[in-house]
């Protein structure tokens, strides 16, 4: 740490994180002099603000003031610290999964609202890939007809043999990260071209997969347009249904994201209050996981 102060000369501190306490408030207390050279220094002060890294560990940013005596006019400075930031942690781990892939596809799975999309698209963007989803690209061979639409006018059998197409075309292709349709784990031949790439659950609990399409709305989910009650019990009902039927096929994946493992082990009571960039880093770790047990590769 810099400090400059006054018409003093710049200062080198190194703080070990034995050398404080965290107050509740978040404050820190130092339980000692900084450094005996520096005894000069009166006072330092600190506000932390806990940074939840996801790479299962816990650092702090914190802003720092000090003073010195004998001096005329104090002068502060403040200076706050970053040392790692999500970003940086998911542009690591990309850089050390994205040679061993050899441009296979990344096909991600899931119930409806497990947060495909979301996480596609950042791991499209980390490993430098492109992202597509088996949705549109169906909506987009009918014409531009939405799912629901297409349930509607043709039927679920319609629109499950127009996934297939697409996915057998997506299986020819590399470089690419596609989220799938909720359902498209129940016909065997959907996995024997998901199998030509690498296939990764997104593992959610049913409470919180409710919530999320509660909070958003059931008019885009065709399967659930003929349950009762509110958008919760709805939601909630329905899923513990295909919970039932589709919970064997999730399985056939090469890797799994547990948001109920992944929110313990960060420390976290609810897995909404995990962000996309945890459950991303969490879906590059198995990855490689996955990698290392197939190809006999190790980056540690």
């Known amino acids: 740490m810099e400090a400059n102060l006054g018409h003093l000369q710049y200062l ?23 450094s005996d050279q520096h005894k000069p220094l009166p006072l330092v002060s600190a506000f932390q603000q806990p940074l939840r890294l996801p790479n299962r560990c816990r650092t702090v940013s914190f802003g720092a003031s000090c003073y010195r005596e ?10 706050n610290f970053h040392p790692f930031d999500e970003d940086l942690l998911l542009k690591n781990k990309s850089h050390e999964v994205q040679p061993h892939l050899n441009g296979r596809c990344i096909y991600l799975v899931g119930m409806m609202g497990s947060g495909k999309t979301t996480i596609g698209k950042i791991l499209a963007k980390e490993l430098s890939y492109t992202f597509s ?32 197409e697409v996915l057998r075309k997506l299986s020819l ?53 003929h349950e009762s009650g509110n958008a919760y019990t709805k939601a909630f009902r329905r899923l513990s249904i295909l919970q039932e039927e589709r919970g064997d096929a999730y399985t056939n994946a090469n890797a799994k994201v547990c948001l109920g493992s992944l929110a313990a082990k960060l420390g976290l009571s609810d897995v909404c209050n995990l962000t996309p960039a945890d459950i991303a880093l969490e879906a590059l770790v198995q990855i490689q996981t996955f990698l290392e047990q197939e190809d006999g590769y190790s980056t540690s």
């Open 12 to 34: 080198s501190i190194r703080i070990d994180s034995g050398m404080f306490v965290t107050k509740p408030s978040g404050s820190v207390r130092f339980l000692q002099p900084i």
């Open 173 to 225: 292709m590399h470089g690419f990260v596609i989220s799938t349709g909720g359902g498209i784990v129940v016909r065997p031949i959907n996995w024997k071209y998901m199998q030509k790439g690498i296939s990764i659950w997104l593992d959610v609990p049913l409470e919180a997969l409710a919530k999320r399409i509660a909070a958003v709305g059931t008019d885009s989910r065709p399967l659930l347009h």
């Open 133 to 164: 989803d088996s949705d549109t690209l169906v909506e987009q061979e009918v014409g531009g007809t939405s799912v629901a639409e297409i349930f509607k006018l043709h039927g679920e059998g319609f629109f499950r043999d127009k996934e297939t």
């Open 70 to 79: 004998n001096i005329s006019g104090l002068t502060l400075e403040t200076e």
